[in-house]
């Protein structure tokens, strides 16, 4: 069973930086998605980024690319979410998820197995 525990949220000042990290356990290959996904008050689960665990590909919403970076530590199996140029409406809960598989292109919150508990991100403005 794989299991995920998120840290690194808080606060922080818009325009500054963030770092998330994602601690797997149970996972029983290197055949798996990991994906970040956040969800505001009143708003749907959103798809963030995700990454294969070999790290061979990733993929962003449009919304956060050229500002956060996915990125994993084999050797700790963490992925990070690096959070840079943060802005108020990046405030949410962020999630951790896995799915087996290749395809980093998956976006649907649904087509993802396993899931953090969730760690809170405020940005203040």
């Known amino acids: 069973q794989v299991q995920l525990v998120e840290s690194g949220g808080g606060l922080v000042q818009a325009g500054g930086s963030l770092r998330l990290s994602c601690a797997a356990s149970?996972?029983?290959?290197?055949?798996?998605?990991m994906g970040w996904f956040r969800q505001a008050p009143g708003k749907e689960r959103e798809f963030v980024a995700n990454i294969h665990w070999s790290g061979a590909s990733a993929y962003y919403a449009d919304s956060v690319k050229a500002r956060f970076t996915a990125s994993r530590d084999n050797a700790k199996n963490t992925v990070h979410l690096q959070m840079n140029s943060v802005k108020p409406e990046d405030t949410a809960v962020y999630y951790c998820?896995?799915?087996?598989?290749?395809?980093?292109?998956?976006?649907?919150?649904?087509?993802?197995?396993?899931w953090g508990q969730g760690t809170q991100v405020t940005v203040s403005s």
């Open positions: 149970g996972l029983t290959s290197s055949n798996y998605v």
């Open positions: 998820a896995a799915r087996r598989g290749t395809g980093v292109a998956v976006t649907s919150p649904k087509r993802y197995d396993s």
